[in-house]
Nanobody, 119 residues
């Protein structure tokens, strides 16, 4: 089992940058693929980016490709989401999630961190 705590959200102007962090508890962080998701008011939760347990494979939603970057350090039990060129439509609660290797569903979730981009 893994517990996740996000940080780094806040208010930023359009065009600005933020870096979200997700700290994981436990000694088996490298056994999990990780993902960042977001949910805007009145909208369904959507995947933003994922990274495999090894860090060698990443995937991004089309809406953030070229602007966001996901990375991880298994020695630090941490995954990051670097967000550049932020747009008002990026405003949402951002969640970190973990998926055990070999499974399809993200079972473990953080509490979320608010990102607000002003125009």
């Amino acid at each position: 089992q893994v517990q996740l705590v996000e940080s780094g959200g806040g208010l930023v102007q359009a065009g600005g940058s933020l870096r979200l962090s997700c700290a994981a508890s436990g000694r088996t962080f490298s056994s999990y693929d990780m993902g960042w998701f977001r949910q805007a008011p009145g909208k369904e939760r959507e995947v933003v980016a994922t990274i495999r347990w090894s860090g060698t494979m990443t995937d991004y939603a089309d809406s953030v490709k070229g602007r966001f970057s996901i990375s991880r350090d298994n020695a630090k039990n941490t995954v990051w989401l670097q967000m550049n060129s932020l747009k008002p439509e990026d405003t949402a609660v951002y969640y970190c999630a973990a998926r055990k290797i070999g499974l399809r569903v993200f079972d473990y979730w953080g509490q979320g961190t608010q990102v607000t981009v002003s125009s």
